[in-house]
């Protein structure tokens, strides 16, 4: 049972908007910036926002974040069939541990 | 550009221990920590813990807590990361990443290819 709540599945076809939720506690999201990550299939999983909202270099302007209370959203635009992958949430925890959400399975229709 | 390589496959019994290493290069490495994540087959990630390659101090996760050994090594820019008493529920793969932010890490923004540890009889 991860501390962070991703629903596990996710679909959209090519070229739409789809959002991707996090949802969290006042120890965690409610009080730290959430990073997001994405992991194709077989590969390890790689930066995609950091601090709420923030993208790493190389990384298309699709991807956006943002959050709200104790809760956190991805969203991408013009979504492409090389968008299929696994999401993850992350974020420190007041207790100083660092929390995943269990991710969510994006397919492209 | 920052780089992180582990060490390869490893097959243990169970009741064994295993000790995994991850060499960083590309950047300070006393200015960042390193951390560590395991994704067991078809499963999420998973935090074990983390290792700062300042000063060494670690913070483990409940569930590692006397389980777990992590070290950072300075000389040569390598972490490492020690299970001992390994189950078949071990069976995982393990990824070393680095956490972004000094003394006070951030978020975590590289990754390593990550580490096959099969625990078989």
């Known amino acids: 049972q991860s501390v962070l709540t991703q629903p596990p599945s996710a679909s959209g076809t090519p070229g739409q908007t789809v959002t991707l939720s996090c949802s969290g506690t006042?120890?965690?999201?409610?009080?730290?910036?959430v990073n997001w990550y994405q992991q194709l299939p077989g590969m390890a999983p790689r930066l995609v926002l950091y601090?709420?909202?923030l993208r790493p270099s190389g990384v298309s302007d699709r991807f956006s974040g943002s959050r709200s209370g104790t809760s956190a959203s991805l969203a991408i635009t013009g979504l492409q069939s090389e968008d299929e992958a696994d999401y993850y949430c992350?974020?420190?925890?007041?207790?100083?541990?660092?929390?995943f959400g269990g991710g969510t399975k994006l397919t492209v229709l | 550009q920052v780089q992180l390589v582990q060490s390869g496959v490893e097959v243990r019994k169970p009741g064994a221990s295993v000790k995994v290493s991850c060499k960083a290069s590309?950047?300070?490495?006393?200015?960042?920590?390193i951390t560590w994540v395991r994704q067991a087959p078809g499963q999420g990630l998973e935090w074990m813990g983390w290792v700062s390659g300042y000063n060494g101090n670690t913070n483990y996760a409940q569930s590692y807590q006397g389980r777990v050994t992590m070290t950072a090594d300075t000389s040569n820019a390598t972490a490492y990361m020690e299970l001992r008493s390994l189950t078949y529920a071990d069976t995982a793969v393990y990824y070393c990443?680095?956490?972004?932010?000094?003394?006070?890490?951030?978020?975590?923004?590289?990754w390593g290819q990550g580490t096959l540890i099969v625990v078989s009889s």
């Open positions: 590309g950047y300070s490495f006393s200015g960042h920590g």
């Open positions: 006042t120890s965690n999201i409610g009080t730290k910036p």
């Open positions: 601090s709420d909202d």
């Open positions: 992350a974020t420190w925890d007041a207790s100083l541990f660092w929390v």
């Open positions: 990443a680095r956490f972004f932010g000094g003394l006070v890490p951030k978020y975590i923004d590289y």
